[in-house]
């Protein structure tokens, strides 16, 4: 089968290609994205759907650290709060021009209120705070398919995170399209590289250091949710789960100029694909807290 992928970006008029092939724009997957009018009558935003479960308020820094040391081992932290299924985002401005072939790639600047379109889950678990590493060094391990990520992770007693886990990681409760925050900062994360890229197969190596951007980090503070590398995780659902008929899920995009929101995706790739852009992530289940019932 033809491996259908994300659309990468534009680079001196045409399209940039993946270590293996052409990409192609993918559905955004479960967050919903509306353009609005940018002006003095911005379209209104809607109520959030009615939930299910509560909101959990963040505890103290020092209650939080001690929950997690307990919950989650070292290099991993706890996520724990209300997620929600299905989230529906108004773009305001796009980064690129409306006569671009993607000219609803890359949102700009999201609305800072996003809707709820379905019961919020409460979810609890512990996920690594940075990209696997290689031996030695602190860059993201790379060439790693959704096989060998699924391997090391279990090597360690841990497991490739659930897309929506990953999801909820990135945005944390108040649903962030960028995990840091509402409008695309291309300084904050290592993306939007554009320039001496390289060819298919043949990809210039721009990864960053793990953790080397402070701003780049999620609500739960997960570091790099948005480029270095590209992050594999297990499609929702029993068993090997599907999401448009694969149980590889890749999230994060990697450096080049491409959708890097939490909730965007692609798929096409098989479990033995593996490419200069593609790196693991790891869960694992919390440990049940002592003051629990």
Request: glycine share 8%; net charge neutral.
């Amino acid at each position: 089968m033809k491996a259908a992928f994300e659309s990468s970006a534009l680079l001196a008029g045409a399209i940039l290609l993946s270590a293996a092939c052409a990409r192609r724009v993918d559905p955004v997957g479960t967050a919903t994205i509306q353009a609005g009018t940018i002006g003095n009558a911005l379209p209104p935003v809607a109520k959030e759907a009615p939930v299910n479960a509560k909101i959990v308020k963040t505890p103290p820094k020092g209650e939080l650290a001690s929950a997690e040391s307990e919950a989650c081992p070292a290099g991993m932290a706890l996520v724990e709060g209300e997620y929600c299924p299905e989230v529906e985002h108004t773009c305001l401005e796009w980064m690129d021009p409306p006569t671009s072939r993607y000219a609803n790639f890359r949102c700009k600047r999201y609305a800072k209120t996003a809707k709820c379109n379905a019961p919020r889950v409460h979810k609890r678990f512990c996920i690594d705070v940075t990209e696997r590493v290689e031996a030695e060094t602190k860059l993201p391990r790379h060439f790693m398919s959704w096989t060998s990520s699924k391997k090391l992770c279990e090597s360690e007693g841990a497991r490739l995170c659930r897309e929506s886990e990953w999801q909820f990681a990135c945005e944390g409760e108040e649903m962030r399209p960028y995990p840091y925050g509402w409008e695309r900062d291309s300084a904050a994360c290592n993306v939007d590289i554009s320039e001496n890229i390289g060819r298919v197969g043949r990809l210039v190596d721009h990864r960053a250091p793990v953790a080397s951007k402070a701003s780049c980090a999620s609500p739960f503070g997960v570091q790099d949710m948005a480029g270095n590398v590209e992050e594999w995780a297990q499609a929702d659902g029993p068993g090997a789960g599907s999401k448009m008929g694969w149980k590889e899920v890749l999230k994060g995009s990697w450096w080049i100029p491409s959708r890097h929101a939490c909730r965007q995706f692609q798929v096409g790739h098989d479990d033995v694909y593996n490419g200069a852009e593609t790196g693991t992530r790891c869960c694992k289940d919390a440990v049940k807290s002592t003051s629990s019932p």
